[in-house]
């Protein structure tokens, strides 16, 4: 059984009617994403007193994962063109596909935190770096980065190392600010995109020794 958000009852699935049902801010900030940030975007899950609004029942990630149903926003999409594809899911979340204009290293925020800090100081190139509601940051890097981490810490000496550092590659999804994420509120950004970080991110290799070695000293 469904629940109600926002006045509706019943799963997200696909409505028809006018493109004014998508609230003009939800559109605003998905058409940024496409339009200026070069990024696809895809309409995701809400959850509400721990139910997801998938539907499905025993739901493994409630509020936290795209709507089978609902189709990619693509990368340039036009403010209109995201109007007309949000309006079928009003008050949907907003995920971001990984692995094609960036992948993402995720650590604890406080070591994020600590990790973004030495990193400015010492002038790496930096992309925009997201923190979620349950303590995680996550570092846009350049693609292909999920794939080559377990060979880039081997090489760096920290494939041994029980670190708090995961890679997010093609298959996973980011719940994009200023979404919630699994009820427990907004995502936002600690670094937020600009035009040179979101289309051209940096290699994870020029952050990755700085991560592993903040994520190894902070406490669990």
Not at 10 to 31: K, L, N, Y
Request: glycine share 12%; with cysteine; charged share 20%.
């Amino acid at each position: 059984m469904g629940f109600t958000i926002g006045g509706t009852r019943g799963t997200d699935r696909p409505r028809t009617g006018s493109r004014r049902r998508a609230r003009a801010s939800d559109c605003t900030t998905v058409a940024e994403y496409t339009g200026l940030w070069g990024w696809s975007a895809v309409p995701g899950a809400r959850a509400l007193d721990g139910a997801c609004s998938c539907g499905a029942a025993g739901c493994a990630a409630p509020g936290a994962h795209p709507l089978d149903f609902a189709p990619e926003v693509p990368a340039g999409a036009t403010l209109d063109e995201v109007a007309d594809a949000w309006a079928q899911f009003p008050g949907a979340s907003v995920l971001l596909p990984v692995g094609h204009a960036f992948d993402a290293i995720e650590v604890a925020e406080t070591a994020g935190r600590r990790a973004l800090v030495r990193l400015e100081r010492m002038g790496l190139p930096l992309g925009p770096v997201a923190v979620t509601p349950d303590g995680r940051a996550q570092f846009f890097v350049a693609p292909g980065a999920a794939t080559e981490l377990p060979q880039l810490l081997y090489r760096m000496g920290w494939d041994d190392a029980a670190l708090d550092l995961h890679g997010l590659g093609p298959g996973d999804h980011i719940t994009a600010p200023p979404s919630d994420r699994g009820g427990l509120g907004p995502v936002r950004w600690l670094r937020p995109p600009a035009l040179d970080t979101a289309t051209k991110p940096p290699q994870a290799r020029l952050l990755l020794g700085t991560l592993a070695y903040v994520a190894h000293r902070s406490p669990a």
